[in-house]
């Protein structure tokens, strides 16, 4: 039974978190330019970057023989029986 895997996945979640990490340090930057960061701003910052990180963040697919596989962030596993094709 060959089982198929999403190949640009990997590639997608590197971009994911690049897209987050680059707006976290250029909120970081510029608040601290300006002299207004402080801890809480911090902390809301870094709560728009992980929103950023988890609103593009790919889901992982996952195809074999009579079957697909589908984990998400909302559902561990949900599966979807494929039948009478082929």
């Keep these: 039974m060959d089982v198929t895997y999403d190949r640009r996945w990997a ?3 590197r971009s994911s978190i690049r897209c ?3 707006l ?3 909120l970081l930057v510029i608040d601290l ?3 207004t960061l402080a801890a809480l701003r911090g902390v809301l910052w870094a709560g728009l970057g992980a929103l ?3 609103v593009p963040y790919p889901p992982r ?5 009579g079957r697909l596989e589908r984990i ?3 559902t561990a596993l949900t599966v979807f ?3 009478g094709l082929g």
Aim: no cysteine; aromatic share 4%.
């Design 11 to 13: 590639g997608d979640l």
């Design 24 to 26: 976290l340090a250029l």
């Design 81 to 83: 029986r494929v039948s």
């Design 52 to 54: 950023l990180f988890l």
């Design 20 to 22: 987050a990490a680059v």
């Design 33 to 35: 330019g300006e002299g």
């Design 72 to 74: 998400d962030r909302e």
């Design 61 to 65: 697919v996952t195809a074999g023989e």
